[in-house]
């Protein structure tokens, strides 16, 4: 029996990962929303039962088998009459792990079918756990083939293509989609192109939340065959809505629905950093956090962002004055804690770090003063931050930003101690105006106050660590509008020494930069882990060694000698004469 009138629920929701009861009650709680919207389907995003990115926690059997259970409890929930649902989850056949999405209705597993293009890239490493399913037919639903590809299957032409030339009638795409800059742009044009090759018009259910790095900012939408978009979900908030589709002489047409706002730019960047630390304190069971606020823009905008992820009552900033600490940071920092209303300790460390000093200095007779030194004032000072988490329950949350990250402008054991950093993956020209944007909006659900609370002092005076006299960044690092850039190459583009010198940069600094950057590898690989916001995080997105001579030599682009090579590299492999 076919049907002309089909609603449709989205389900843009928040699992956590592992979960499966708590995923399943969601589950139950959104179809009952759902239902009383008067929804024939729910759909819900890749692997929602299980939780994504579930890494080789999806290999144990005994999380499989919870994960088919709790199917097998939804199932019969549909037994009642209300709407089907298609669900996510790890599915094992036979000898095979997939990737699979699930069609429960009237109290039955209706249908599967598995994911058949698995990412490899980036965050993504799918094809160490998950083998591909066979490209995929459509699946009959109460007089309607719908085709469902998962996720990464529309960012490719073969998946779409079997299932219009299967005669699919709408294409309804869970998915796992991470956020980073600009992501919301490229999706929409993905699916725009595979609507427009295929004529089948498209709904694309979007995860939101954030797990450990990764952060997924919903987004949800629906297109039409003409690409025209006609309903658009929020990002960085759940959201269960139903759409209306019509079956006309033309095909399925969804009827015009809500359109709300989505983020984009400084703005995206700053909700991905606040649902972030949100969902890591929440889902890892803290109490709220604990940091050091030295009266740097750094400090102030992570601050900031933890006051509107977990409301001030929730926060607790601790200024750890030493003899450099200067009496303009002391008050830019009791102004901040002040206008986000946290509270507010200050705990001297002129005390630890002399005591740590006296017990050295037989090692340390007859040697100069220098980083050792002030490396002392930052491991107590992390130390502090430490005893005050154990004793109390608060994550600390560690402040360094992407530039400081880079070059290694951080030490091991002291700042970079702490559970979890918000700004890791934002470079210091960045967290400013992130700081300036913050001063001005504040988002939707932000649970810190309106206006300003970022002292503008913190964004005028020249950043310092203040571990010696007069100490500024600047005395060590280019200024970080040149260095950010440098970064920016090396880093996101990979690019030349040469290609970078001739976007107008000194060789020496570059070169230096490069350095820094190759050095600082060994600090990072013990670094909290941060919210993703760029394209190349560091973690799960660029993996290098700790081990590394290389360096760039700056020498033109390398031009192969053909008269070298017997056969082309494009030679099939039974051609090759070694």
Not at 19 to 43: E, S, W
Not at 79 to 90: K, M, N, Q, S
Not at 235 to 243: C, D
Not at 529 to 558: C, L, M, Q, S, W
Request: charged share 25%; aromatic share 8%; net charge negative.
């Amino acid at each position: 029996m076919s049907t002309d009138i089909l609603r449709i629920a989205v389900a843009q929701l928040k699992p956590t990962l592992g979960d499966i009861a708590g995923n399943l009650a969601k589950a139950r709680a959104a179809r009952a929303n759902a239902r009383d919207q008067g929804a024939d389907l729910v759909l819900f995003t890749e692997l929602f039962l299980s939780g994504y990115l579930p890494e080789d926690l999806v290999l144990k059997p005994a999380y499989q088998d919870a994960c088919r259970a709790a199917l097998e409890d939804f199932a019969r929930d549909t037994a009642d009459g209300g709407p089907a649902a298609l669900i996510g989850l790890p599915w094992r056949e036979k000898d095979k792990l997939h990737n699979a999405v699930a069609l429960v209705d009237k109290g039955v597993i209706a249908a599967v079918r598995f994911k058949n293009d698995l990412p490899n890239y980036g965050v993504f490493d799918e094809k160490r756990v998950f083998q591909p399913g066979p490209l995929p037919g459509p699946i009959a639903f109460r007089g309607v083939r719908l085709g469902v590809p998962i996720c990464e299957d529309i960012w490719g032409h073969d998946v779409v293509e079997c299932l219009a030339e299967t005669g699919a009638e709408i294409l309804l795409v869970p998915n796992g989609s991470p956020y980073h800059r600009d992501k919301s742009d490229i999706r929409l044009n993905v699916a725009v192109a595979r609507v427009a090759e295929s004529g089948l018009p498209l709904l694309y259910a979007n995860e939101v939340g954030g797990q450990d790095e990764v952060i997924f900012d919903g987004a949800s939408f629906a297109l039409n065959a003409d690409h025209r978009l006609a309903v658009q979900l929020p990002a960085f908030r759940e959201a269960v809505v139903t759409t209306t589709w019509r079956r006309g002489a033309q095909g399925w047409t969804c009827e015009p629905g809500t359109v709300e706002p989505v983020e984009e730019g400084e703005q995206a960047d700053y909700q991905a950093c606040v649902l972030g630390l949100r969902d890591y304190v929440d889902k890892n069971g803290f109490p709220g956090v604990v940091l050091g606020l030295s009266g740097g823009v750094d400090s102030a905008l992570v601050a900031a962002m933890a006051v509107d992820a977990l409301g001030p009552e929730r926060v607790h900033c601790v200024m750890l004055p030493y003899r450099f600490t200067s009496k303009e940071s002391l008050k830019d920092a009791f102004e901040c804690a002040t206008a986000l209303g946290v509270r507010y300790d200050v705990v001297p460390i002129e005390a630890p770090v002399n005591g740590l000093e006296s017990v050295l200095e037989p090692l340390f007779k007859g040697q100069p003063r220098g980083i050792a030194e002030e490396n002392m004032q930052s491991r107590t000072r992390g130390t502090i931050l430490m005893s005050i988490s154990n004793k109390f329950g608060a994550m600390v949350v560690t402040t360094g930003n992407k530039s400081e990250m880079s070059v290694g402008y951080c030490t091991l054991y002291g700042d970079m101690n702490g559970g979890f950093n918000p700004i890791k993956d934002l470079y210091k020209t960045e967290v400013y105006r992130l700081c300036e944007l913050r001063n001005r909006w504040k988002p939707v659900d932000a649970k810190g106050p309106a206006g300003v609370v970022i002292p503008q002092n913190i964004l005028t005076k020249a950043p310092s660590a203040e571990l010696r006299e007069n100490q500024k960044d600047q005395d060590s690092l280019p200024p970080y509008d040149v260095l950010d850039d440098i970064l920016r190459c090396l880093v996101e583009s990979e690019m030349r020494v040469a290609e970078i010198v001739a976007r107008g940069h000194d060789e020496e600094t570059v070169r230096k930069v490069e350095r820094l950057l190759y050095l600082a590898e060994y600090k990072r690989r013990q670094a909290a882990p941060g919210v993703k916001v760029t394209e190349k995080n560091f973690g799960r997105d660029r993996r290098y060694p700790i081990t590394n001579r290389f360096r760039d030599g700056n020498k033109p682009a390398f031009v192969p000698d053909a008269a070298l090579y017997r056969v082309s590299s494009t030679a099939s492999a039974d051609a090759v004469d070694f």
